[in-house]
Every structure is written in structure tokens, then in C-alpha cells.
Nanobody, 120 residues
Framework: QVQLVESGGGLVQAGGSLRLSCAAS????????MAWYRQVPGKQRELVAT???????VYADSVKGRFTISRDNAKYTMYLQMNSLKPEDTGVYYC??????????????WGQGTQVTVSS
């Protein structure tokens, strides 16, 4: 069974940095688009950044210039480098990946989430 596991969340002061990781495991044939989302209580989950298999990226306006998404296809891992963090970046960060298993279709897969808290 394919799964995604996030790590790297925690508590940081405003202006600080964190690096999130998302590792995929299982019978993986190919990982297409990958993305980071975040959610705060009472609000919808919002897209933070996406990265295609070949590396093209898209960012939410709120994180442009501060966050960098990257991936290592050989390691089935995606990263989110977060700099100049603000209290409004607080939330649970989820990774999502469109994963194709051997002899199977492409399925969207979500991680369990990792908490990021930015104190003012």
C-alpha cells in the first residue's frame, strides 16, 4: 500500500525557518504532480505550492518569495523550505501526490499532516 509521511513540523518564532519533508513508500511506479496544502481550524484546506514531475512549480501568492518547494524523484521525496515565517503560516501542512502503482491507475494520495506553529 502506498503512503505519504510528512515530517519537519514544529514551533518556530516569526522570522524563523522550517523544512518539511514528505516521503512516499510502497509499490510505486511513478509519482506525477506533488503539492503542499495547509489547513487551520474552521477554514478550508488551501494550496501552498505544487511541483510537477519535471520540476515546474506554482506558489500561492501568500508564500511567494518565502517558500521553496522541491523534490527528489529518486527518493520519492518532496520538500518545502519555509523562510521568513509569519504567524499566519500556522496550520497543519499536508502533502499530496498523484501516485501510480505498478500495473495500476494514478491515484491522489494524502499524508497525515504535520503541525507548523509560528509564534509572534
Amino acid at each position: 500500500q502506498v503512503q505519504l509521511v510528512e515530517s519537519g513540523g514544529g514551533l518556530v518564532q516569526a522570522g524563523g525557518s522550517l523544512r518539511l519533508s514528505c516521503a512516499a513508500s510502497g509499490r510505486i511506479f511513478r509519482i506525477n504532480d506533488m503539492a503542499w496544502y495547509r489547513q487551520v481550524p474552521g477554514k478550508q484546506r488551501e494550496l501552498v505550492a505544487t511541483i510537477a514531475r519535471r520540476g515546474s512549480t506554482v506558489y500561492a501568492d501568500s508564500v511567494k518569495g518565502r517558500f521553496t518547494i522541491s523534490r527528489d524523484n529518486a527518493k520519492y521525496t518532496m520538500y518545502l523550505q519555509m523562510n521568513s515565517l509569519k504567524p499566519e503560516d500556522t496550520g497543519v501542512y499536508y502533502c499530496k501526490a498523484d501516485i501510480q502503482e505498478f500495473l495500476g491507475p494514478v491515484r491522489p494520495t494524502w499524508g497525515q499532516g504535520t503541525q507548523v506553529t509560528v509564534s509572534s
